[in-house]
């Protein structure tokens, strides 16, 4: 069974940077069908997708943290990774790291999450 690992959680002050990883405890078997992406959540709320990686390689961001967070992938290393830049207080949440491919024949991964918290 794959396991995916977050870290790179942490405090950070407003305006400051995190990098946020996601290794896969091994090769994922079809990974070429996998879309990967970060996704967030605050108690009480509901899971949010933040970024994500098609197929294909185009990402797509939330509105919220365009110009700010940057997804990225090293397949040969099978790790996901999130830059956040210029972070703002309403960025606290848990992060997942997620992947999934369309259609639910194959198996959507999880990993267990890291806490950000953006405060002065």
């Known amino acids: 069974q794959v396991q995916l690992v977050e870290s790179g959680g942490g405090l950070v002050q407003p305006g400051g940077s995190l990098r946020l990883s996601c290794v896969a405890s091994?090769?994922?078997?079809?990974?070429?069908?996998?879309?990967w992406g970060w996704y967030r959540q605050t108690p009480g709320k509901l899971r949010t997708s933040v970024a994500v990686?098609?197929?294909?390689?185009?990402?797509y961001y939330l509105d919220a943290v365009k110009g700010r967070f940057t997804i990225s992938r090293d397949s040969s290393e099978n790790t996901l990774f999130l830059q956040m830049d210029n972070l703002k207080p309403e960025d606290t949440a848990v992060y997942y790291c997620?992947?999934?491919?369309?259609?639910?024949?194959?198996?959507?991964?999880w990993g267990n999450g890291t806490q950000v918290t953006v405060s002065s």
């Open positions: 091994e090769s994922i078997p079809a990974d070429h069908l996998y879309e």
């Open positions: 997620n992947g999934n491919s369309p259609g639910g024949v194959l198996p959507n991964y």
């Open positions: 990686i098609r197929r294909g390689g185009r990402s």
